[in-house]
């Protein structure tokens, strides 16, 4: 098995042991989803059409925003950094596995919330399944590059959990996922479609449709992957 | 016979630090050779920069041989295990594991503990197992024994020296004065960025002279005396304590340790 393979499945099985990805990325999510999937059909019935695809956004932003920055601050922000680069390990690995790795784990979820919704609730499942799937896996690695930059930037981690905090919070609040947007000021509208969660919710409810849907999340991709590697080069540099 | 690694006046500059001063030293192949300073003396960034993990500003180094490297502060995921990491970089150096070389570190010993549940010991244990993966020609320890305890330490040092045995060039940096005085053949001090001493250890006590201590135990508490002229200073000290009716309960002479020659050279008191 090459370096780059063992490496990716070492790392998803660090995720497992690490409890913090765990509660992150599978128990505040799916929880979340059962208390609020609850009240949401509770108030209105009809929630149930979208109860998969609004729930998934908030699993996989909090997933992608609260859970990986802080693997990926332990990674670049201690000593860890040094030893990879000491012993010729690439700078980018610990990005790209910790990436991958979170990748597989919010697909999981994903399909797990799923599952769950049919169930619990009664929920109807994607009408286009593989266009579904095509937008969850571009919402996901969208919403992970974006949770990379923080990751990459902010090495300090109370600092980082609660920049985590800010994005995470406007990104679920100014998504449509929760309350309809016409609610809010023209402003907050506009505000919210710097988050991948706006424009993932509008793929995966069919609000928006391919290719064209899927165009602002490429734009969002291509822009934090370039962040991400700013960062990594100036800290190759440092 | 070639030199395992030659430095020529190597420089470095944080901003408005100078903190490499143009130094120059080679170190033989299979020498220990340690690079000794007092804390922001420059030894850390020399390494650095002889490793290759810092871009210095001026000078050269040449090295000879496969590198492994041993950071002073090393980290690894705190969930990973240690047969894990010696995989992982094994496999990014693109090297054999050698289980003869991990038995001797005990690293199979350490079984599945994640590394969050090592000693600091065990921890330098494997830190040093996984520079050596791929046998480098040439070893860089930085502060190899810190913050271990004393049987950590002996064990550490036994390892060293079995290294070298094997041929492997060692360069150290430490501020552990009986570390250095045990393990290395020559060593360089560091003072302010610049080469303050070069040479072996009985060179460097021939360098800042023979200098004496003298403690005295009398009835009324100990006393400590400096000297450099031995009978001259125990002469006059014994014809006082008479005069003044004291008795001597004890008396002891020793020549001071490498740690105090190094203070002198470091704080530039000596030349």
Not at chain 1, 16 to 31: A, E, F, G, N, Q
Not at chain 2, 71 to 88: C, F, G, T, W, Y
Request: glycine content about 10%; hydrophobic content about 45%.
């Amino acid at each position: 098995m090459s370096a780059f393979w063992y490496g990716l499945q070492l790392q998803c099985r660090l995720d497992i042991r690490s409890k913090s990805l765990l509660i992150t990325c599978y128990l505040v999510p799916l929880l979340f989803f059962v208390f609020v999937g609850s009240i949401f059909i509770a108030l209105d019935p009809q929630a149930k059409q979208t109860l998969i695809p609004h729930m998934t956004v908030m699993g996989v932003s909090m997933g992608a925003l609260i859970g990986v920055p802080p693997t990926l601050a332990e990674i670049y922000g201690s000593d860890i950094k040094g030893m990879y680069r000491a012993n010729g390990v690439p700078l980018w690995m610990g990005l790209v596995n910790t990436v991958l790795s979170a990748l597989v784990h919010l697909l999981v979820m994903s399909t797990l919330l799923c599952g769950m919704a049919v169930l619990l609730f009664d929920a109807p499942l994607p009408d286009r399944p593989l266009t579904y799937v095509g937008g969850l896996v571009l919402l996901v690695a969208v919403s992970l590059a974006l949770g990379s930059v923080l990751g990459l930037a902010i090495q300090d981690q109370a600092k980082l959990t609660m920049i985590s905090q800010l994005f995470f919070l406007p990104s679920i609040l100014l998504s449509g996922i929760l309350f309809p947007l016409e609610l809010l000021p023209k402003a907050l509208q506009q505000a919210g479609m710097v988050f991948p969660a706006f424009w993932g919710g509008r793929l995966l409810t069919g609000v928006a449709s391919w290719p064209q849907g899927a165009l602002p999340l490429l734009a969002l991709f291509g822009g934090f992957v370039l962040c991400c590697a700013i960062l990594l080069r100036r800290m190759r540099r440092r | 016979m070639t030199p395992a690694v030659a430095v020529a006046d190597l420089r470095k500059r944080y901003g408005a630090h100078q903190v490499l001063k143009g130094l120059t030293f080679q170190v033989e192949q299979g020498e220990i050779f340690a690079l000794l300073g007092v804390n922001g003396a420059g030894k850390t960034t020399a390494l650095e920069c002889i490793e290759g993990q810092r871009q210095p500003d001026g000078g050269s180094v040449t090295l000879r041989g496969k590198r492994g490297i041993q950071l002073q502060n090393a980290s690894l995921p705190a969930h990973i295990r240690p047969m894990e990491a010696v995989k992982l970089f094994a496999k990014w150096k693109g090297a054999k594991i050698s289980s003869d070389m991990l038995e001797e570190l005990g690293i199979p010993q350490l079984g599945k503990r994640q590394y969050r549940e090592l000693s600091t010991g065990q921890k330098r244990r494997l830190h040093l197992a996984l520079a050596l993966i791929g046998e480098p020609e040439l070893l860089f320890l930085d502060e190899p024994t810190a913050g271990l305890d004393v049987e950590g330490r002996i064990a550490l040092h036994r390892l060293i020296q079995s290294l070298k045995g094997r041929g492997r060039t060692i360069l150290l940096a430490s501020h552990d004065m009986a570390e250095v005085e045990s393990l290395c053949d020559r060593i360089a001090i560091l003072n302010r960025g610049e080469m303050a001493f070069l040479g072996t250890v009985p060179q460097l006590t021939q360098a800042v002279g023979r200098r004496y201590h003298i403690t005295i135990r009398t009835p009324t508490g100990e006393e400590t005396y400096q000297s450099q002229d031995i009978t001259q200073t125990l002469l006059s000290l014994l014809e006082g304590y008479r005069s003044r009716n004291i008795p001597i309960l004890d008396l002891k002479v020793d020549r001071g340790t490498l740690e105090e020659h190094f203070l002198l050279l470091a704080k530039g008191e000596t030349t």
